[in-house]
């Protein structure tokens, strides 16, 4: 069975890509942007359209009659002309486009809050951070949908805090939020609280880590754990490896495992089954990659990688099926990079939409959408930031390729 392949392009913006400028061809399928360039027609077999997928093109199946009759009747010289807009470097197609977006309420603005993505729910879960001058510390819950922040008002929650961590626990439907410090003076705080899309509750679970904040922190959908590493305590810096059941934490005794350290940034690689961390900082500003099995620790040595810096955040894109750095501060100055992690090497993205240089900011992944999203931190000359953006690949979300069957 052969599959024939229609779609069209046309020009977008630039973005700025690792072997220098390009234009993009290309064209969203909705109300999309930019001159129509015309269609390509390739027929390809059913095994190439799975290769395809690993090059992240979109792949829409619709029956013939879907497909309104002007987009199907083509001509030699209409296939001829769109052929160079057609074949599009692929390298270049793995960019991210970033857009900042509006909401008509949108939370206070903060820095090192908590923000995890609920998949149950489909809505991105934000509480707490420190708000926008020196000890002003929230406690507010707030959900953003996909087109506006709308804030909660659950019967219980959790005290005001910031430096904590909020991670989605899929298996059991429930955001899990653990310490941080609250606004008293060396305030670091060791409880565990859940949310459950209405409502928060305490857990009083036998075990737990030492009261903490800045430590890493992430969930384990294969083993269903959820994984925190390292922090700042009250008696220094942790290189500590805990993991909780929902029911308990339990500290784990890896061989290797990196130094002690704060702020670094973890996610768990769901294809490649491991937990990325990625810097922090402990007596100085780092940079190395390590990797945990659910056993131990492994560092790796990439040929490149992001500079050093703390204060940054890493996602999983499911989509690209990479971990994804963006921002983060090096004691000097705020980045605005995003990197890209294949479980062997650091890829540096490139876009001229991206948000401000920035630190301290949260960033989850919306996997229904296939979207980043990005709210809040700190930059030169903002103590805290309110803005939302979110990425999306252009390849994926851009390039309508519908697919008609044919025997």
């Known amino acids: ?17 690792a072997g220098g400028s390009s234009t993009v061809e290309r064209r ?18 059913e095994g190439e359209v799975k290769k395809s997928l690993t090059l992240k093109l979109c792949v829409l199946v619709l029956s013939l009659a879907a497909i309104p009759l002007s987009t199907r009747l083509l001509t030699p010289s209409d296939v001829v002309a769109s052929q160079a807009a057609a074949t599009m470097s692929f390298a270049s197609l793995d960019d991210i486009v970033w857009e900042e977006r509006s909401s008509i ?43 506006n922040w709308v804030e909660q008002f659950p019967s219980s929650s959790p005290s005001a805090r910031y430096q904590h961590i909020l991670v989605y626990d899929s298996a059991r439907g429930v955001a899990v939020l653990f310490g941080g410090l609250g606004p ?26 030492s009261a903490r904040d800045n430590y890493g922190m992430t969930y384990d959908s294969v083993r269903e754990r959820i994984v925190l590493f390292g922090g700042r305590t009250s008696y220094g810096l942790s290189r500590e490896t805990w993991e909780y059941d929902g029911t308990n934490w339990m500290q784990q005794s890896p061989t290797t495992k990196p130094s002690a350290r704060a702020l670094p940034a973890m996610v768990y690689d769901e294809a490649r089954e491991r937990i990325v961390l990625f810097g922090g900082l402990d007596t100085t500003r780092r ?34 099926k990479r971990a994804v750095l963006f921002g983060g501060f090096d ?27 920035r630190a301290y900011q949260e960033v989850v992944y919306d996997n229904v959408r296939g979207r980043g999203v990005l709210f809040g931190g700190r930059s030169d000359g903002y103590f805290a930031r309110d803005d939302t953006w979110e990425y999306y690949d252009l390849v994926m979300d851009s390039v309508f390729l519908p697919m008609i069957l044919r025997q």
């Open 184 to 209: 008293g003076w060396g305030e670091f705080l060791g409880d565990t609280w859940e949310y459950n899309g209405t409502n928060w509750s305490e857990r009083n679970p036998i075990n737990a880590p």
């Open 331 to 357: 004691g000097t100055n705020y980045f605005d990079d995003a990197w890209e992690w294949d479980g062997t090497d650091w890829t540096q993205l490139f876009s001229t939409s991206a948000p401000s240089a």
């Open 28 to 45: 969203d399928w909705l109300g999309g942007r930019g001159e129509l360039r015309g269609f390509a027609e390739a027929s390809i077999s």
């Open 287 to 320: 940079n190395d990659t390590w990797e945990y099995d659910g056993t131990n620790w492994v560092q790796l040595f990439p040929a490149n990688a992001p500079p050093a810096r703390y204060g940054h955040t890493l996602i999983y894109d499911s989509i690209r």
């Open 1 to 17: 069975m052969l599959v024939s392949v229609f779609y069209w392009t046309s020009v977008y913006a630039a973005p700025k890509f």
């Open 105 to 147: 309420a949108t939370p206070e603005a903060r820095l090192v809050a908590g923000m995890a993505y609920d998949s149950s729910r489909n809505v991105t879960v934000l509480f707490g951070g420190h708000g926008d001058h020196v000890g002003y510390v929230l406690g507010d819950t707030w959900k953003w949908n996909g087109s």
